[in-house]
């Protein structure tokens, strides 16, 4: 099997695995009682969350755990809304958001908040200008994700960080495809709140953390115990904290080797698409890109039966991101760059690993190279289009 689908969700490593075991069989203890068992617990998440907030350069008081990437996103949004309503009524957020943010935005303007979906260019980046002039007197937040899980394009973070707070409005954004995969200092980039999710980063599924700076004003996102400073209640997931901190050591620990084997590795497999499929382009920014992602559309082609055909031959790939595969809904996030419905159909992402080898590549570029071949010998649209060019 090749596993090319690591936007979607990664292995977890067998290191992490190895550090979250014990905490399901021998420290099985509650963090919130006294006795050792779970004094034992509670050190394990006091220690997660000192090692979590280091990875951004934050303090461990402003990491929040909660069960993920979606929950992160629906906290930050409606707790901020919630807290800020008196200033304003405003958000500011991308086309291209994950659907955790977008249908949270879509549930916030039915209770009277007002959302601008700012437009991004042609690879995927939002207009700073654009920015700048949506933002109002009442505008309480701006939401742009720092990494796109389709296309991959990285935001201008550090620009939007500065407008934000410049003009006194709450930065969020949406790591969690950023997180453990490139670099990222809360401070220098003047974020106010992070989303970012354990499984995304070799770490274990339903865990990840909201970073919310010192100062934000928020709300208690889910109401019973005092766990998460009061905020997030509910029995810490001790196994799920301890493998989220394992995963994060592991990636700033791989990160530097990571990112330059995938970029090169993705730039080989971009450049191999490009020459050997024609009537294919690849959608994204070439540079500004996370380094294990390639989206491609190849023209008359339906992704699904490639992924179907890809799957035949043991790869795993993606014809968009996960949570829009099995609907006939073309990507919101193709739509939003500019690519026409049937164009947007006929898409295809792979998303790389430490683990992906140059043979793999080879491998799939072979088997894509047939299955490219034989669906366009089934369709009118291409037939047509043959015809056309004699
Ligand atoms: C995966 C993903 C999410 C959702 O994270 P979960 O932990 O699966 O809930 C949110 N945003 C982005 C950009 C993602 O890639």
Known sequence: MIY???????KTAPEVVDAMLPYFSEYYGNPSTIYSLGATAKK???????????????????IY????????????????AEAYAEKGKHIITSKIEHH?????CEYLE??????TYLDVDSDGLIDLEQLKQAIRPDTILISIMFANNEI?????????????????????????QAFGQIPIHVDELNIDMLSASGHKLNGPKGIGFLYIRKGVKSRSFIHGGAQERGRRAGTENV????????????????????????????????????????????NGHRTKRLPGNVNFSFRYIEGESMLILLDGKGVCASSGSACTSGSLDPSHVLLAIGLKHEDA???LRLTLSEETSKADIDFVVEELKKIVQRLREMSPLYEDFIKSQK
């Open 65 to 80: 755990f909660t069960a993920g990437g979606s929950e992160s996103d629906n906290w930050a949004l409606k707790a901020t």
């Open 239 to 282: 196994p799920g904290i301890v493998g989220l901190s394992a995963a994060t050591e592991r990636a700033l620990r791989i990160m530097p080797e990571k990112i330059k084997k995938e970029t090169e590795l993705r730039d080989y497999l971009i450049g191999k698409l490009e020459t050997e499929i024609p009537y294919g382009w690849l």
């Open 44 to 62: 394990a998440v006091t220690k997660s969350r000192e090692t979590i907030a280091s990875a951004i350069g934050a303090r461990p008081e402003e």
């Open 100 to 104: 955790a943010i977008l249908h949270t």
């Open 152 to 176: 991959g394009t990285i935001e201008p973070i550090a620009e939007i960080g500065a407008i934000a707070k410049e003009r006194g409005v709450l930065f969020h954004t949406d790591a969690v």
């Open 345 to 347: 159909h006929g898409s």
């Open 110 to 115: 039915k209770r009277g908040f007002e959302i």
């Open 4 to 10: 090319l689908d690591n936007a979607a969700t990664t």
